[in-house]
């Protein structure tokens, strides 16, 4: 009985069903292992978690930079902004707006560095439902490839304050 | 046999187990603090489920903000501690025939515990600590709130402490011979997680509240998340460990059951303790400054050997609930013992659900979503908390109902009124949680966000929102929350009178749930280890989880590429 002391002698190899059990679920747990590092060689959804220390203003100053050299357009007083395909372009989270509205061009890869100037926040792809953590002091690239054409929002979904539900942003993509 | 003074110990009436009369102050005391946090938990918990409820919406965004950062504190910290020393006392007492270690111990944890508890309450219901349970740096909150959070993490520690020094005198003292029970291997192995658990707690916890004092500069906010979840994703795993040996206890206390090898189950034990600590990375998959190759190598517990354990639990616990029913005569086909299980035995049950729920919804959708890359679709989504109710509150909190429902007449030695209603809440309150975990879950999965108090995005400057289907989901979510929450009520109602009014049942055994009685003319003999149920069973969750498993991968090759 599980609460009383065991007969001597209980430690023994698993039998039986147990033993079966126990083989199958082991080789599952290597397939599922295995299954991550095959992802990163041959798969096209990874996250590297590739980042470089920054600070507030360095970012910034950095974005502010972004949006005066590459602006084509504006919507509701946000810069639209269109990277060189294949090259950077950034995307700042504060509170509690991602700036600015970025415009991609389908197939073409870029270098996105994301970074907060103030708290954690949540980047969040909608309608793809993509998500990447957002740190302050870290300028978090994702080299992204869009698939697909349209309006895309992007929305917080880390907790960053009491007006947290009106921070959104938008990617387009021709 | 013993280490009893002579008036610090009785004889249960029931189990004819020794039950040392200053643990049992002591379980009494943290069983009752525990539900108490448990309703203030719950009562945080409709009013959160009717605010995501879009039709419904009920709670300004300020106060949704707060409830929640109540709800997950007095949930995921207060209840289930306060619980879980009240098992850990339990098991070292009475299940090793042995008195406590130490008596003021005890009353500085408890008070330890129950001081930080009101400062954090406090702290969180006037309005000074707005940051929800994780407190992310730079979000700040009142130095109280840190100091409170210290103080329940201190009176734990010493709690178990005090678990480990009763250990040591049982031992010392020769109160029993050999091995411990499984019980008490399982307790031990959620005390030394605690222990793991707790000085992580302190490592993070004390320099955030020097900062917020305004003495230091503030932690590194990838320092913090990754410090932090070494307490917050660990205790959960105490909890599986706690959760589980409450597995073992139950089933033998309702239907008989032993484990055929003990010896597997306690290694299933040892590879929670050896591995389980890794699962901080769960919550850093896609965060910036942290290598591929860590992220994998830890999410995976080190190749899955946790996940390995759990599965084998998996196995046993419903193997030996088998055996010991079918050595009572319930041979009938391959699912014979299960029909006839004690179905209307609220501790049975409620154990019973708590395996199923934790097993095939929290362990395989965990899994899952802590696959490194596949954490891309669930990162903050309302697939985690989908997720983690299933195995928090579907498994450990169901689990510990069931356990309560032993606690009162054995402990408190009360009985409970209302005895149908009872058998019935472990059923309303398991269909409820379940409701909320797949609402979630789907909702998530069309990038519903986890803690947010507005997906319409009302007054954005630029619009998002989600599709009608996923409305219909977040329905779900709150349809099967307000179910939980029914249900939940009731176990506290029935809990709380049986207490404090129940017919008091000393001097004689307490009035039996449903019991298992042998088919007529059998022979129990002892049990085997022939359970083709239980194979049959695990295999349907072995396919239900490749089936989830590898879904998600074909999920994961429609979105954009990204590296």
């Known amino acids: 009985m599980s609460i009383h002391v065991p007969e001597k002698g209980w430690f023994k190899a698993p039998t039986g069903g147990e033993r079966v059990w126990i083989g199958l679920s082991l080789v599952w747990c290597l397939i599922m292992f295995m299954m991550m590092p095959y992802w990163h060689y041959r798969g096209k959804q990874n996250s590297t978690g590739e980042a470089y220390r920054t600070t507030p203003e360095a970012f910034t100053e950095r974005v502010t930079r972004f949006v005066e050299t590459l602006k084509v357009g504006e919507e509701a007083g946000i810069p639209i902004v269109e990277p060189a395909p294949g090259g950077d372009a950034y995307l700042m989270g504060r509170m509690w707006q991602w700036y600015p509205i970025l415009k991609l061009k389908k197939g073409q890869t870029y270098r996105i560095h994301v970074s907060s100037v103030d708290l954690q926040h949540g980047f969040s792809l909608l309608p793809v439902n993509m998500n990447f953590h957002v740190l302050p002091g870290l300028d978090h690239v994702l080299t992204m490839t869009p698939t697909m054409e349209g309006d895309y929002s992007i929305i917080c979904n880390e907790f960053c304050g009491i007006g947290h539900h009106f921070m959104t942003g938008k990617i387009i993509v021709e | 046999m013993g280490n009893f003074e002579s008036n610090a110990v009785r004889k249960c009436d029931t189990t004819g187990l020794p039950v040392c009369l200053t643990a049992q102050k002591f379980i009494r005391l943290h069983g009752v603090l ?12 409709i009013l959160l489920a009717l605010t995501r409820w879009p039709k419904i919406h009920l709670l300004p965004q300020d106060w949704y903000y707060r409830l929640l950062t109540a709800h997950g504190l007095n949930m995921l910290i207060f209840w289930i501690l306060f619980l879980e020393v009240a098992i850990l006392y339990f098991c070292c007492t009475t299940l090793l025939n042995s008195r406590l270690f130490s008596k003021g111990m005890a009353w500085v944890g408890f008070c330890l515990m129950l001081v930080g508890a009101l400062m954090v309450n406090y702290t969180v219901f006037t309005g000074t600590s707005d940051v929800l349970m994780t407190a992310y740096l730079p979000l700040k909150a009142h ?89 917050g994703h660990m205790s959960q795993q105490v909890n599986v460990c706690a ?32 591995f389980i600590n890794l ?49 009572k005569g319930y041979v009938k086909g391959l699912f014979g013992w299960l029909v006839h299980a004690p179905w209307k035995n609220p501790g049975f ?33 309302l697939r985690i908390p989908g997720h983690f109710h299933a195995t928090v509150v579907g498994g450990t909190t169901l689990a510990f109902m069931g356990l309560i429902y032993y606690v009162v007449p054995l402990i408190f030695q009360r009985e409970y009124y209302a005895r149908g209603l009872a058998m019935i809440q472990p059923y309303i309150f398991a269909i409820g949680i379940t409701l909320m975990s797949f609402g979630m879950s789907f909702a998530g999965s069309a990038g519903v966000p986890r803690r947010h108090w507005d997906a319409e995005f009302t007054g954005a400057p630029l619009a998002a929102g ?27 109602l029935l809990t709380v ?12 055994a307490m009035t039996p749930w449903a019991a298992v009685e042998p088919v007529a003319g059998t022979v129990v003999e ?32 429609d979105v954009w590429h990204v590296r």
Not at chain 2, 159 to 188: Q, W
Not at chain 2, 244 to 266: D, F, K, M, Q
């Open chain 2, 349 to 381: 049950s409620a154990v019973f659900l708590s395996l199923v729920i934790f097993g095939f919804i929290g362990g395989i959708t965990g899994v899952t979503l802590g696959t490194q890359q596949i954490n891309i679709l669930a990162h903050n989504t």
């Open chain 2, 497 to 508: 009178t049986a207490v404090f009014f129940g017919k008091s049942n000393k001097g004689r």
């Open chain 2, 526 to 557: 002892e049990p085997t280890d022939k359970t083709p149920g239980t194979m049959v069973l695990v295999i349907i969750l072995l396919v239900s989880f490749a089936v989830y498993y590898f879904a998600n991968w074909k999920a994961l090759v």
């Open chain 2, 143 to 231: 130095p109280a709130f840190y100091l409170g959070i210290i103080l329940v993490a201190v009176g734990t520690l010493i709690g178990v402490i005090n678990f480990f020094g009763t250990l040591y005198i049982a031992k010392r003292d020769k109160t029993y011979e050999g091995s411990v029970p499984l019980v008490v291997f399982g307790a031990t192995a959620a005390a030394i997680i605690a222990v793991v658990t707790l000085l992580h707690g302190a490592v993070v916890m004390i320099p955030t509240f020097t900062w917020s004092m305004g003495w230091t500069a503030q932690p590194d906010p990838a320092w913090y998340r990754l410090i932090w979840w070494g307490l």
């Open chain 2, 34 to 45: 525990a539900v108490v946090f448990l309703l203030v938990g719950a009562i945080a918990a």
């Open chain 2, 466 to 492: 989600f599709d009608a289907g996923t409305h219909l989901w977040l329905g779900v979510m709150g349809v099967g929350g307000t179910i939980a929450f029914i249900g939940l009520l009731i176990f506290i």
């Open chain 2, 243 to 274: 959760m589980v040996s409450v597995w073992y206890l139950i089933a033998t206390l309702t239907t008989g059951a032993r484990p055929h090898n003990e010896a597997v189950c306690r290694t299933a034990f040892v590879l929670y303790i050896l």
């Open chain 2, 279 to 327: 699962a901080s990375a769960h919550h850093l998959l896609v965060d910036p400054g942290v290598s591929a190759g860590w992220k994998i190598w830890n999410t995976s517990y080190a190749m899955y050997l946790a996940v390995l354990a759990s599965m084998m639990h998996g196995f046993t616990v419903p193997a030996s609930i088998e055996a010991a029913m079918r050595a």
